[in-house]
T-cell receptor
Framework: SQQGEEDPQALSIQEGENATMNCSYK?????LQWYRQNSGRGLVHLIL?????REKHSGRLRVTLDTSKKSSSLLITASRAADTASYFC????????????FGSGTQLTVLP | NAGVMQNPRHLVRRRGQEARLRCSPMKGHSHVYWYRQLPEEGLKFMVYLQKENIIDESGMPKERFSAEFPKEGPSILRIQQVVRGDSAAYFC???????????????FGQGTRLTVV
């Protein structure tokens, strides 16, 4: 599997519920970033967590990072229909010349 | 402060033609990245440029593809003699200079959707 693999591939929940998406990676990283992409649109940066951080919050978003397991999770609390989008994790690799490696994404659908 | 601007938003080319995609980074940003996204897939890194320099082109196909970021003007991704397999969304991102890569976030444009017919 590729660096930055999201799980699940698709997730469907009711409005108000929490949504959890996971990301696994293989190599050492400098940081891990989560992005959202609405259908047919560009990517919106959500949150960046550094390799020496374990948890980060931003509004209704909570990101965790476990470097020993090479995994991260994105939690969206109290989801809204407007949260419907694809969510990607991207890793900034150690020693890399600034390229980000993206997973194939989780398609989240929030039903009203 | 306008975001990353890409144009055109949609581009249709016949096989064998050339495609030129433009990207203006955010004001004050000197690092530009190009990514390609095939349908139902994540983004794949193509090239990283700073003004007048290609820093990393490890993700760029060796033939037909080229990129530049001149001293003045936008960054250009050029695809010569396009084929159907080049149909994809091409995204440009930029980031500011002088920051540790550990803390750098990339800001993406809306993308150019290239269709080769």
């Amino acid at each position: 599997s590729q660096q930055g693999e999201e799980d699940p591939q698709a997730l469907s929940i009711q409005e108000g519920e929490n949504a959890t998406m996971n990301c696994s990676y293989k190599t050492s990283i400098n940081n891990l970033q989560w992005y959202r992409q609405n259908s047919g649109r560009g990517l919106v940066h959500l949150i960046l967590i550094r390799s020496n951080e374990r948890e980060k919050h931003s509004g209704r978003l909570r990101v965790t990072l476990d470097t020993s397991k090479k995994s991260s999770s994105l939690l969206i609390t109290a989801s809204r229909a407007a949260d419907t989008a694809s969510y990607f994790c991207a890793t900034g690799l150690s020693g890399s010349a600034r390229q980000l490696t993206f997973g194939s994404g989780t398609q989240l659908t929030v039903l009203p | 402060n306008a975001g990353v601007m890409q144009n055109p938003r949609h581009l249709v080319r016949r096989r064998g033609q050339e495609a030129r995609l433009r990207c203006s980074p955010m004001k004050g940003h000197s690092h530009v990245y190009w990514y390609r996204q095939l349908p139902e897939e994540g983004l794949k890194f193509m090239v990283y440029l700073q003004k007048e320099n290609i820093i990393d082109e490890s993700g760029m196909p060796k033939e037909r593809f080229s990129a530049e970021f001149p001293k003045e003007g936008p960054s250009i991704l050029r695809i010569q003699q396009v084929v159907r397999g080049d149909s994809a969304a091409y995204f440009c991102a930029s980031s500011p200079p002088g920051r540790s890569w550990v803390e750098t976030e990339a800001f993406f444009g809306q993308g150019t959707r290239l269709t080769v017919v």
